[in-house]
């Protein structure tokens, strides 16, 4: 009937190719409508209709716990949300508030800015692995290390710790000694023995300046502090005065603490964003130089009692303007994402911070439900969220149309002919309708009779004469 591939022309293969392309096309798009309604357009949905505040309020992280992903009901954030995550997973735990005062303080001099180191800087986030022979790394341990199964984190740059009594001990010298080095640890030469408890360590930020030189500002933002003097501080969003010099004299010292904090030396300008704990310290009661848990204790024991405004209109304390003491935190309201760039990882470090070891807990923007208390989210946003569903849904139905209207329009104006090619149907030359009664076996066909000679019998033309006459 048909030809080969090979007697195939030049316009024929691409009527294949193209036919080809486009119902493979109609049926990957029909297949990715049935999956993205399971991952997109249910719990799109589901968001819209949950309602969300789209103003966004205020919330701190006072709980974070390393679960059984398998045993737990709910999940802070796992990667690909129609997979069942395995191991352990995290669990946070927040409370919320309502947002504080942004503030502008203006013609200041003497800016003091310093960091304290974590454990998240070099050279307390540098691991020394003793698990590992052909790499051994633990030979000259020296200062007091955290020790995880064998991996070992030197933090004696950021934490001063004391103890009554040591326990077993680790000679790592010899590489085989310290693969399962567990716990809080104190080295010498390689030589390590075990704290065992009761022990306490305290953060190892020393000489930071508050009252120096008639400083009388101080902002903490985390693990990070910035004193100064500052003549004036207004609220940037009502522009009232919240910090005069020129009434407070020299008797007060204004502390503050700040989810943001910007510092413009040239200017003389610091900006504080979302700033709560607004107190007016006596300045009989702030040292001049301080240490990092000397500072936190100063503000936690005497903070609340000379707050600076009373109304709580500015730079309010979080206990007056608490919306939820304690409730579940997650990435979005599905708590998990599909973009499989560990965005969990990253996402988790940053929320996780619960003030764990005189720690600084994490503070950031994150929204609530109108009528459920259930758990916050930090990403939510109805225009990114309308948009992303339009184009999970312009995607695939506009793939899904076009390659059917292609398929339809090959099936109307592509036939083919007899010889088995592809042809416009406006080309194809139809065979006449054969003759449709049967020939009889005496019958013979018509080209033979044609081709017969006719032989007439001599005696037939006498008779017939005679007949005439």
């Not at 249910?42 to 103003?55: H, K, M, N, S």
């Not at 001099?109 to 698990?131: Q, V």
């Not at 936190?296 to 000379?306: I, P, R, S, V, W």
Request: aromatic share 8%; hydrophobic share 30%; with cysteine.
């Amino acid at each position: 009937m048909g030809q080969d591939v090979e007697g195939m022309g030049c316009g024929e293969r691409i009527i294949c190719f193209t036919l080809f392309i486009c119902l493979a096309i109609a049926v990957l798009s029909t297949v990715s409508l049935f999956y993205l309604t399971a991952i997109v357009y249910v719990p799109v949905q589901r968001e819209l209709e949950a309602g969300w505040v789209p103003e966004p309020v205020a919330c701190t992280t006072i709980q974070s716990d390393l679960v059984d992903c398998a045993e737990t009901e709910w999940i802070s954030c796992y990667e690909w949300c129609i997979s069942d995550p395995g191991g352990l997973c995290t669990q946070i735990w927040v409370s919320v508030r309502e947002n504080g005062t942004d503030l502008q303080f203006s013609k200041c001099s003497m800016i003091y800015d310093f960091t304290c180191p974590t454990l998240e800087d070099p050279p307390a986030n540098e691991k020394l692995d003793c698990k590992n022979i052909d790499n051994y790394q633990c030979a000259n341990l020296t200062e007091i290390f955290q020790c995880n199964d064998g991996i070992c984190g030197n933090i004696s740059h950021v934490y001063h710790c004391t103890y009554e009594s040591t326990g077993r001990v680790y000679d790592c010298r010899n590489r085989k000694n310290c693969i399962e080095i567990e716990g809080l640890v104190t080295c010498n030469g390689g030589i390590c023995k075990q704290i065992e408890y009761p022990w306490s360590c305290e953060r190892k930020c020393e000489n930071l300046v508050l009252s120096s030189n008639e400083r009388n500002v101080a902002i903490i933002n985390g693990d990070r502090l910035v004193s100064a003097r500052c003549q004036a501080g207004e609220n940037m969003d009502t522009e009232l005065t919240v910090w005069d010099t020129y009434y407070t004299g020299n008797q007060y010292s204004l502390f503050a603490s700040c989810t943001t904090v910007q510092v413009d030396e040239r200017e003389g300008i610091i900006r504080g964003y979302d700033c709560i704990n607004g107190s007016a310290l006596p300045r009989n009661l702030v040292p001049e130089l301080t240490n990092y848990t000397e500072l936190h204790d100063l503000y936690l024991t005497n903070g609340y009692k000379h707050k600076l405004d009373p109304t709580n209109q500015n730079i309010p304390f979080d206990n007056d303007i608490r919306l939820i003491p304690k409730t579940k935190l997650k990435i979005n309201d599905q708590g998990c994402v599909n973009t499989l760039k560990e965005e969990c990882k990253g996402w988790t470090a940053v929320h996780n911070r619960d003030g764990t070891n005189s720690t600084a807990r994490a503070r950031f923007p994150c929204h609530v439900m109108q009528n459920s208390t259930e758990f916050a989210v930090t990403r939510h946003s109805v225009p990114e969220t309308q948009r992303f569903l339009m184009m999970m849904l312009a995607i695939p139905l506009g793939l899904w149309s076009a390659s059917c209207f292609c398929v339809l329009l090959f099936s109307c104006c592509i036939k083919i002919d007899d010889m088995g090619h592809f042809r416009i149907s406006s080309q194809v030359k139809v065979k006449e309708k054969p003759n449709s009664r049967p020939r009889t076996a005496w019958e013979e066909p018509e080209k033979e009779k044609q081709k017969r000679p006719i032989y007439k019998d001599p005696g037939e033309d006498d008779v017939l004469l005679d007949t005439k006459m």
